[in-house]
């Protein structure tokens, strides 16, 4: 596969650093105006290769190039661009610029393959926004029913529909979306590793085997504002103080259960009128288990409700829990990952079979067709950071791993 390296470099830059902020971190959450003029500059390199491009209802952006044999089902390749708050250029935007430089090459190159080829952009998959994931593939999948959007809102109070004009008119063609999936030859998607593990042992690609699911919980812990100075410590009802013993509880459960690749977070704390000489009144904790062992999950789970039953006991507060999502780790395509395996062998790159501990668009489409994922190392194994960065090796190899599958599949 024979490109110009530098002119992809270019366009990925442009793409992936719209949204950049001073400090050099990415914020390009969903449906914000970053997030739309990076899928824009997408499109408009899009047009100017002549690909059929689609917007479905659920914001996901779609592009196709026909085969010389469009009766066959199609692949589809993809991921998203959206990001978390201040982080990476590699995350979710590797995967589908890398999936473009394929399409690209064969517009270019004149290449004849039989089967069709999809390249896709999945809306919000990061969860930063709406306290909820993988929105887009969710709709797109049916594993998710419109109206059930309306619980999930941002900081400013707006939920994913409030954004998604489209489904007001045109909700039928997710249900079409849904089916053209089920008629599709697979879904592979490439992405960062997100993590230590390919680099450690320098291997260049890994072959995810299932992919980790979250169980999210929201956790409203209610006690009593008073004067710090003038309440006394027997006499408190300490709501961060509780949240404290709740954190740490968590970081227990998550360690006990490591053995079985299970994880467990509270990635984010609010605490409403806080004030130097106010003890807090309420706080609330996001909770994130994931895990690729359903019953280790449940463990985690099960071990803090008990928990929190204890300290509403010891501590006098109350707390009040609310599932925000509740998954089950998803395995992948065996034979997919053997086609990907074959195309490694093929072109001399390193790989592993391995699991993936964060959750992708993949497990979703995984209800519909069947999925593979490949993994490119990324540096030291930072994501979701201005520190997340990719060797221009990986970079290269993401492009010429993908090339060979796709083609593999599709020739």
């Given at each position: 596969?024979?490109?110009?390296f530098?002119?992809?470099?270019?366009?990925?830059?442009?793409?992936?650093?719209?949204?950049?902020?001073?400090e050099?971190g990415?914020?390009r959450?969903?449906?914000?105006?970053?997030d739309?003029t990076a899928?824009?500059?997408?499109?408009?390199?899009?047009?100017?290769?002549?690909?059929?491009?689609?917007?479905?209802?659920a914001?996901?952006?779609?592009f196709?190039?026909?085969?010389?044999?469009?009766?066959?089902p199609?692949?589809?390749?993809g991921?998203?661009?959206d990001?978390?708050?201040?982080g990476?250029r590699?995350?979710?935007?590797?995967?589908?610029?890398?999936?473009?430089?394929?399409?690209?090459?064969?517009?270019?190159n004149k290449?004849?393959?039989?089967?069709?080829?999809?390249?896709?952009?999945?809306s919000?998959e990061?969860?930063?926004r709406f306290?909820?994931?993988?929105i887009g593939?969710?709709?797109a999948c049916?594993?998710?029913?419109p109206?059930?959007l309306?619980?999930?809102?941002d900081?400013?109070?707006?939920s994913?529909?409030?954004f998604?004009?489209?489904?007001?008119?045109?909700?039928?063609s997710?249900?079409?979306?849904c089916e053209?999936l089920?008629h599709?030859?697979?879904?592979?998607e490439?992405?960062?590793e997100?993590?230590?593990?390919?680099?450690?042992?320098g291997?260049?690609?890994g072959?995810?085997?299932?992919?980790a699911a979250?169980?999210?919980?929201r956790?409203?812990?209610?006690?009593?504002?008073?004067?710090s100075?003038?309440?006394?410590m027997?006499?408190r009802?300490?709501?961060?103080a509780?949240?404290?013993s709740v954190?740490?509880?968590?970081e227990?459960?998550?360690r006990e259960e490591?053995?079985?690749k299970?994880?467990?977070?509270?990635?984010?704390?609010?605490?409403p009128?806080?004030?130097?000489?106010?003890?807090?009144g309420?706080?609330?904790?996001?909770v994130?288990?994931?895990?690729?062992?359903?019953?280790?999950?449940?463990?985690?789970?099960?071990?803090?409700?008990?928990f929190c039953q204890?300290?509403?006991?010891?501590r006098?507060?109350?707390i009040?829990?609310?599932?925000?999502s509740?998954?089950?780790?998803?395995?992948?395509?065996?034979?997919?990952g053997?086609?990907?395996?074959?195309?490694c062998e093929?072109?001399?790159?390193s790989?592993?079979?391995?699991p993936?501990?964060?959750?992708?668009?993949?497990?979703?489409?995984?209800?519909?067709?069947?999925?593979?994922m490949i993994?490119?190392?990324c540096v030291g194994?930072?994501?979701?950071?201005?520190?997340?960065?990719?060797k221009?090796k990986?970079?290269?190899?993401?492009i010429q791993?993908l090339?060979?599958?796709?083609m593999?599949?599709?020739k």
């Open positions: 596969m024979d490109y110009d530098n002119k992809w470099m270019s366009d990925y830059r442009v793409i992936s650093t719209v949204g950049q902020n001073e050099g990415i914020d959450l969903a449906f914000t105006g970053y739309t899928r824009t500059e997408l499109l408009n390199r899009a047009y100017g290769l002549r690909l059929q491009c689609y917007l479905d209802a914001e996901n952006l779609w196709y190039k026909q085969g010389t044999d469009p009766d066959l199609p692949l589809v390749i991921s998203h661009l990001s978390v708050p201040n990476g590699y995350d979710g935007v590797l995967g589908v610029m890398s999936g473009f430089q394929v399409m690209r090459y064969l517009v270019e290449v004849k393959h039989r089967r069709s080829i999809e390249l896709v952009a999945f919000c990061e969860s930063s306290n909820l994931s993988t593939s969710k709709l049916g594993l998710i029913q109206e059930k309306k619980k999930y809102k900081s400013t109070g707006k994913p529909l409030d998604m004009d489209r489904l007001s008119y045109s909700a039928d997710l249900t079409e979306r053209h089920k599709t030859y697979g879904y592979i490439l992405h960062i997100q993590g230590p593990v390919l680099e450690a042992k291997l260049d690609v072959i995810v085997e299932s992919i979250p169980i999210r919980l956790l409203d812990i209610i006690g009593h504002s008073d004067h100075g003038a309440c006394p027997e006499l009802h300490d709501a961060l509780a949240a404290s954190i740490l509880e968590v227990r459960l998550g490591s053995a079985h299970s994880v467990a977070t509270v990635g984010k704390i609010e605490v009128h806080q004030a130097l000489n106010v003890v807090p309420q706080c609330t904790l996001y994130d288990i994931r895990g690729i062992c359903r019953d280790s999950m449940e463990r985690i789970y099960h071990g803090l409700q008990s204890q300290v509403m006991q010891e006098k507060v109350q009040k829990e609310t599932v925000l509740d998954e089950y780790p998803v395995a992948m395509n065996h034979d997919l053997e086609v990907i395996a074959r195309n093929k072109t001399g790159l790989y592993t079979w391995m993936s501990g964060a959750g992708h668009d993949a497990m979703n489409v995984a209800e519909c067709t069947r999925c593979a993994f490119i190392p194994g930072v994501s979701h950071s201005l520190q997340e960065d990719v221009e990986n970079l290269r190899n993401s791993i090339y060979e599958v796709v593999d599949i599709c």
